[in-house]
């Protein structure tokens, strides 16, 4: 399996990202998804996920502001991050659960960064 993340950048407070990753080497459309991000400092956090069917989940702190989604005739899951604000910055990455427990263990994208300045 291997997920290529990308979209991240420098973007003001309160602006928006779009960030993408492409997967390969596994049915796509049967895998949960989910983006982790990882500030300087700080443990790596799940902010948000879908299921196969569409479901979703997010963190307290970006609900209202991200909306996670996926395109399975591209095999790509994306974050759209809104009213972005500098907490927000950290290594973001996507990740894809190696079983079937909820991202126990996980293949990982390489990250990319998002830096929201004041």
């Known amino acids: 399996v291997q997920l290529q993340a990308s979209g991240g950048g420098l973007v003001q407070a309160g602006g928006s990202l779009r960030l993408s990753c492409a997967a390969s080497g596994s049915i796509f459309s049967r895998n949960v998804m989910g983006w982790y991000r990882q500030a300087p400092g700080k443990e790596r956090e799940l902010v948000a996920a879908?299921?196969?069917?569409?479901?979703?989940n997010y963190a307290d702190s970006v609900k209202g502001r991200f909306t996670i989604s996926r395109d399975n005739a591209k095999n790509t899951v994306y974050l759209q991050m809104n009213s972005l604000k500098p907490e927000d910055t950290a290594v973001y990455y996507c990740?894809?659960?190696?079983?079937?427990?909820?991202?126990?263990?996980?293949?990982w994208g390489q990250g990319t960064q998002v830096t929201v300045s004041s």
């Open positions: 879908i299921t196969s069917g569409g479901v979703t």
């Open positions: 990740a894809q659960p190696k079983d079937s427990f909820w991202f126990r263990n996980n293949y």
